[in-house]
């Protein structure tokens, strides 16, 4: 096992958490590109050089500590929602900083990494997935996020700090740690999850137009509300969704957005999201099927005029299997029996970078499951748990 | 038949139009104390003046044309929805001025008047209902717009240029000439409806409140979703109202936030406006009473937290009967068997000013019915024979 030291590492996540803390409990506010998460990179390429790792900027602004020669890669995002907790994310980059430094001093090249804007405000896992080639620079610079804001404008940020992309072939693979965001540990009392895979995401907004009209002079059958296509649409996927799913299987409808927005205005336009998320991509296709004829079918009866964004489609990925059987080692060796084997529901990274290499993912217990929220916790026994049995697999695979 | 100058009147019109329009088709975007608003009403006191009228802002930003002595008073609003149409208000407004022209060149004593802010950028009717003692300056200050802005704020914009309000029993009467908003008249081809009274408005903003949390990890049966909570509400109101409204009652959900807003966060608040009218105020109280009860049940079924806003309450007001037999007779002059009597579905400022004396409402026709939005629009004829009709009872009521 690497010699990592718990009370360093802690004191590490608690000065990260400080960059960007939002002053309600523990939470942090440190969206991809606002001044905290430049504040919070510029720090941790610090770190990096401080240990004796080259401290890179991609021009995506994911910052890097490359050691030399062939190393196993070590990390995650430390990037934040627009109201997040201090852990997701933040714990996998403080994991892969304390195991380089251990790696430095036990003569085990360990490398690391922060990606950029895992959380979406562009994309979703936006600047993992450029490196993982799944999307261009080019197409990327393209995004937008609420505001209007490009992401080659966000990026523009970052301009006097860049430099190249790191070559993929000079690490092993990647190991990201990651709190499991979900109640299944926390409620069996267990330690740490070993990543299986991680689902697929379906993503796209859907639009549906009728008639904007005055709220008091237009009689309801005359109206063309675009707001009851959204009502009709989620009645019948709900219906429609009951026999195709699994208990695994989830979708989420989580912005809305009616217009001009006005109470006494029936709105013309309604706008909204669509996520689905399941392991099987074979189901995945066959929901979009369900979607898209529920959104025809609603506009042909209501009368009301549809159209969808592109959709975004991440498939499944399987971690690898030799590195889950490292983890599962080191695990059995730290919390013997309080483990298990099980599913990512959330997108991470770590998807991104199996394009390129092994992959694996280590999970410890959310607090009441709670995540993407300033009440996310985890106990620090946890997490320091979660850190040893990384110390194990990285001694192992590392070397 | 007071000697109005349509020509006159439409190229006024047309001037109005042209302060703050929006360059989409006759569209305009002239909101309560915006740049565009506070221009058209400096105008407008430029008008009054030339006439030889008293030119006056009230506290509230509201622009009078005082004629001397006992006058019958005519007008309506001169703001604009956000995304508003180049008659709403304006039209009645115009009307006015060219009245209190035309009165002005006979000898009769017309005084004419633009309330601010009809539309609800803070209230709703705000200004009138201020200077028909329905709220108290002191109350409607505290309100605010969806960016926070508060009504004290806003009209500080004017203090330069602020009177006192004029004393009500200066007048004998009001009349609003206002486009229908609704598809009635344009439907039977008709020219004008005299207005028997306006309808009740409840107003109020619902609040669910769940649990935020992510929505790739937390499985469909253990979320507690703020969205659901909405859809449910739909769902039950549209069952419970069904045997209790009538075809003239309307209800409205124009305004859905959720929060925070993310594609992947399953909301833990859901906030929507829900708004009803009627004729009959009994059936406006039952309709509350549904409201009230499917919050409370949706909450208990689906373990949320439910908090409403105040709730707005606007009575239904008759009109005058003397009022609206001058203008059936000036009806039956101008558009013989083309008029009819009808309910407004729209609340005007002439509910407000009914507190203080009598009152009576002219409708022309919208074509398609449609009002709030940039398409709104009328046949300048129609607009003519509007005034027309204004004239013969401004003759007839204002010596």
Chains 1, 2 share one sequence.
């Not at 740490?192 to 904007?212: K, L, N, P, W």
């Not at 299987?249 to 013309?268: K, N, Q």
């Not at 990512?344 to 770590?350: E, P, R």
Request: charged share 25%; with cysteine.
């Amino acid at each position: 096992m690497l010699p990592v030291n718990p009370d360093r590492f802690l004191a590490d996540l608690h000065h990260l958490r400080s960059i960007g803390a939002s002053g309600v409990g523990k939470g942090v506010v440190r969206p991809a590109f606002s001044d905290p998460d430049i504040t919070a990179r510029k720090w941790l390429a610090d770190q990096y050089r401080d240990i004796g790792l080259e401290a890179r900027f991609d021009p995506t602004g994911t910052v890097w500590g490359l050691a030399e020669g062939k190393s196993l890669l070590i990390g995650s995002h430390s990037d934040t929602q627009p109201e997040g907790g201090w852990l997701d994310g933040a714990l996998g980059v403080i994991c892969g900083l304390e195991l380089a430094r251990a790696g430095a001093e036990a003569g085990v090249p360990i490398s690391t990494v922060s990606f950029q804007d895992e959380e979406g405000r562009f994309g979703v896992t936006t600047s993992s997935r450029i490196w993982g080639g799944l999307t261009s620079l080019e197409d990327a610079d393209q995004l937008t996020d609420t505001q209007g804001i490009t992401f080659a404008d966000a990026r523009s940020r970052l301009s006097d700090v860049m430099g190249d992309f790191p070559d993929p072939s000079r690490f092993k693979g990647f190991i990201e740690c990651h709190i499991e965001q979900g109640p299944w540990l926390d409620k069996a009392g267990e330690a740490a999850g070993i990543v299986s895979g991680i689902v697929g995401i379906r993503d796209m907004r859907i639009t549906f137009t009728g008639e904007q009209n005055h709220a008091g002079t237009t009689p309801m059958h005359m109206r063309k509300d675009a707001f009851r296509g959204l009502l009709r649409y989620q009645e019948l996927i709900a219906d429609r969704f009951r026999n195709l799913v699994v208990p695994e299987t989830v979708w989420t409808t989580g912005h809305v957005e009616l217009h001009p927005g006005s109470h006494s205005i029936v709105p013309g336009r309604c706008t909204f999201s669509m996520q689905w998320r399941d392991g099987d991509k074979q189901r995945l296709k066959q929901m979009e099927e369900v979607v898209r004829l529920s959104i025809d079918d609603v506009a042909s009866e209501l009368g009301l005029k549809a159209s969808t964004s592109d959709m975004l489609g991440i498939d499944p990925v399987p971690m690898d299997d030799g590195f889950q059987a490292a983890l599962a080692r080191g695990a059995e060796a730290e919390a013997p029996g309080k483990w298990r084997k099980m599913p990512s529901g959330a997108l991470h990274d770590a998807a991104s970078v199996a394009a390129h290499m092994p992959v694996a993912m280590l999970f410890v217990p959310s607090i009441n499951g709670i995540s993407h929220a300033f009440e996310e916790d985890t106990a620090e026994d946890d997490l320091v748990t979660g850190l040893k049995i990384l110390a194990h697999a990285a001694e192992e695979l590392g070397r």
